[in-house]
């Protein structure tokens, strides 16, 4: 039941809808494949005029919604809940749910930056308390192939944020992954590629299925999708071969990309994250933990002997949009090419030496939610895959942390100093 004052979650009574995804009939393949790329109509509106509780201000920076964008939105919505597994203790993360590590951090903004990049957290040097989440998106075996999660959430962020219900909430988050681009354009074509996902991960949670090895349920799941959805749909599964990406030698020694646009201000932009030099990582220290020498948890493990050696730091840069051609807003598929568009330092993030890895710490990791959409309007997520998230992320992890009975807002400045500080069992 929703607590007094708390909004209904988006997926509270309507079981129905659950029942009544697509692929049994609710939208037509050519209504949903008519992405915006391909189609002669081309709508260009407010999001105001789909989403009721949506930003206040309108579609910017070239923003375009395709047809079917709201449908297809639910679809990815209700499929993405339909993955969850609710009777699991603790319930974990639907995606990026295998963690390497949640670590304390420090954002300083540049000192020297010009005028026409200073806005939102940019607008004065001064430097934020953050937390990183490391992630993998698809696996729990760190070591298979699998695109590699990084999540920052800065605390102590002055201004009204784009969430109505987190309009007082202090923090900004920017979310990324190790690979420039997404695999799909829009809602639209994600929402023909959801049931498919949906139907390949139900192959596999037969109690005969999970007591095999997990590469013969990998095995199903690819098989599957390559009959249904692949082998017709080159171009996303030739990104989503590039996504597949063997583990860096640690989650400190790679590039993460925000590969969706935001705003600064008035400029749509890509964020991107560089490891400097420092992050090369030190020999492994072996550890005594039995489920640090486990293979699969060798991300967790290079990060933890690297954070007890050293300091590590990113440089967090920009790359803004050139032309709405070669850096489109509604096509995430699209790399901006560095050539056209050259990244631009903002600022570092410093990762002092740490020890993060404790039980108590991996409770309340759980408990947090990183949503791009935790944000200020000057970095508000652009684009229509970052409205689909809109519609995801928010439900998805307030329904996650009721299950684990795990606090559902947004943490502050005195939570991560009282309590993610203080909690050192
Ligand atoms: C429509 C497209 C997408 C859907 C449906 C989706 C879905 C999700 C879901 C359900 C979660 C777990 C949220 C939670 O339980 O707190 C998640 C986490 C995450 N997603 Fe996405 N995602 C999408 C696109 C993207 C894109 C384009 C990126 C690129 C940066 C991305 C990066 C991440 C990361 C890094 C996390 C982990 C956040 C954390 O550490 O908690 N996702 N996504």
């Known amino acids: 039941m929703p607590e007094a004052g708390r909004p209904k979650l988006l997926h509270e009574g309507r079981p129905r809808e659950l029942r009544e995804l697509p692929w049994r009939g609710k939208f037509s393949r050519r209504e949903l494949t008519r992405a915006p790329h391909r189609s002669a109509e081309r709508l260009t509106c407010s999001t105001d005029e789909v989403r009721m509780d949506g930003p206040s201000d309108d579609l910017s920076q070239g923003e375009e919604i395709p047809p079917g964008e709201p449908d297809a939105m639910r679809v990815v919505r209700d499929v993405v809940f339909a993955m969850m597994d609710t009777k699991a203790r603790p ?153 597949r990406k063997r583990p860096p030698k640690s989650p400190l020694d790679t590039e993460y990309f925000s590969s969706t646009p935001y705003r600064l201000g008035p400029h749509a932009v890509k964020w991107l994250v560089r490891p400097q030099a420092v992050n090369a990582p030190p020999p492994l220290q072996p550890s005594n933990d039995p489920e640090l020498q486990k293979r699969a948890n060798c991300l967790r493990a290079a990060l933890v002997s690297q954070l007890k050696q050293e300091d590590a730091a990113f440089d967090f840069c920009v790359q803004l949009q050139a032309n709405p051609e070669s850096t489109p807003v509604e096509d995430p598929t699209v790399a901006w090419d560095e050539a056209i568009s050259p990244p631009i330092r903002l600022g570092t993030l410093r990762i002092p030496a740490q020890e993060f890895d404790t039980p108590a710490k991996r409770k309340l990791a759980l408990g947090l939610s990183f949503d791009p959409w935790h944000s200020l309007p000057e970095h508000r997520p652009l684009g229509g895959i970052n409205r689909v998230r809109r519609e995801v992320y928010v439900a998805i992890s307030d329904k996650r942390r009721e299950l684990n009975n795990a606090t559902i807002r947004e943490p502050d400045l005195t939570w991560l100093q009282d309590i993610w500080d203080q909690a050192t069992g």
Do not use: W
């Open 91 to 243: 319930v974990q993360r639907v995606e990026h749910a295998s963690t390497a590590g949640v670590v304390r951090a420090a954002f300083e903004v540049a000192p020297d930056l010009p005028a026409e990049l200073r806005h939102g957290v940019f607008r004065e040097p001064r430097v934020y308390p953050a937390l990183v989440r490391y992630s993998n998106a698809a696996n729990q075996d760190q070591s298979s192939k699998d695109t590699h999660g990084m999540a920052i959430k800065l605390f102590d962020v002055p201004g009204e944020k784009v969430l109505p219900d987190e309009r007082h909430a202090t923090t900004q988050d920017f979310l990324l992954v190790d690979c420039p681009v997404f695999f799909i354009r829009n809602a639209p074509d994600y929402a023909v590629f959801a049931p498919k996902l949906l139907a390949a991960f139900r192959l596999t949670q037969g109690p005969f299925i999970r007591r095999l090895p997990a590469f013969v349920g990998q095995l199903l799941q690819f098989g599957y999708l390559f009959f249904t959805y692949l082998a017709t749909h080159f171009h996303e599964a030739r990104i989503l071969g590039a996504l």
